[in-house]
């Protein structure tokens, strides 16, 4: 990337937009999946969870957010973040929980050749700054996120942003039982 172009965080209103988020997820989901996942569960689970019409769903509904970061001003996207607002389903998750309102940080995903641009903040910061900004915006008192146990670079990642264990829950995978942690911080 040129030196000019600054890495833009953006709250996505267009639904147009959708596919161009889930390629960036198709290429970023494989790569946080513990080594035994299998290319057909990673497969199964990007058609099933990660598509074009899931980002649209989210970009039009009220309980979630989906932010992107760009390569400069309408660049192409190199990172992306969904944000829920409901309460979660899961009771382990509710558990570890402190009380009051919480945010999901439920995706949180950048291009490999964008971790480390050399150009300031980097845009997994970028984009972590702007998700637990929104939280606060829609009144969240603590963000949560589930990392799989087995996801070292992303553990390291997510204490540094704040986020402490506090937690465990399942994660199915076509079949395939994860473990995550639950990470929570205050806001």
Same mark, same amino acid.
């Given at each position: 990337?040129?030196?000019?172009?600054?890495?833009?965080?953006?709250?996505?209103?267009?639904?147009?937009?959708?596919?161009?988020?889930?390629?960036?997820?198709?290429?970023?989901?494989?790569?946080?999946?513990?080594?035994?996942?299998?290319?057909?569960?990673?497969?199964?689970?990007?058609?099933?969870?990660?598509?074009?019409?899931?980002?649209?769903?989210?970009?039009?509904?009220?309980?979630?957010?989906?932010?992107?970061?760009?390569?400069?001003?309408?660049?192409?996207?190199?990172?992306?973040?969904?944000?829920?607002?409901?309460?979660?389903?899961?009771?382990?998750?509710?558990?570890?929980?402190?009380?009051?309102?919480?945010?999901?940080?439920?995706?949180?995903?950048?291009?490999?050749?964008?971790?480390?641009?050399?150009?300031?903040?980097?845009?997994?910061?970028? &984009?972590? $700054?702007? #998700? !637990?900004?929104?939280? %606060?915006?829609? *009144?969240?008192?603590? +963000?949560?996120?589930?990392?799989?146990? &087995?996801? $070292?670079? #992303? !553990?390291?990642?997510? %204490?540094?942003? *704040?986020?402490?264990? +506090?937690?465990?829950?399942?994660?199915?995978?076509?079949?395939?039982?994860?473990?995550?942690?639950?990470?929570?911080?205050?806001?």
């Amino acid at each position: 990337m040129p030196a000019d172009r600054p890495v833009l965080i953006e709250l996505v209103t267009d639904p147009g937009a959708a596919a161009e988020i889930a390629f960036v997820a198709a290429v970023t989901f494989p790569l946080a999946c513990p080594p035994h996942s299998t290319r057909e569960n990673i497969a199964a689970h990007l058609a099933g969870s990660l598509t074009p019409e899931h980002f649209a769903h989210w970009i039009t509904g009220d309980d979630h957010d989906v932010l992107v970061a760009r390569d400069g001003r309408g660049g192409p996207p190199i990172g992306y973040s969904l944000i829920g607002y409901g309460p979660p389903a899961d009771p382990a998750v509710r558990d570890a929980l402190p009380g009051g309102r919480a945010v999901e940080v439920s995706k949180m995903y950048v291009l490999p050749d964008h971790h480390g641009t050399g150009r300031g903040a980097r845009p997994s910061h970028l &984009l972590m $700054a702007a #998700a !637990l900004d929104a939280g %606060r915006a829609r *009144g969240a008192e603590s +963000a949560w996120l589930g990392v799989n146990q &087995l996801n $070292a670079r #992303a !553990l390291t990642y997510y %204490r540094k942003m *704040g986020f402490a264990v +506090a937690g465990t829950r399942s994660f199915d995978m076509n079949g395939a039982v994860e473990h995550d942690y639950v990470m929570v911080r205050g806001l």
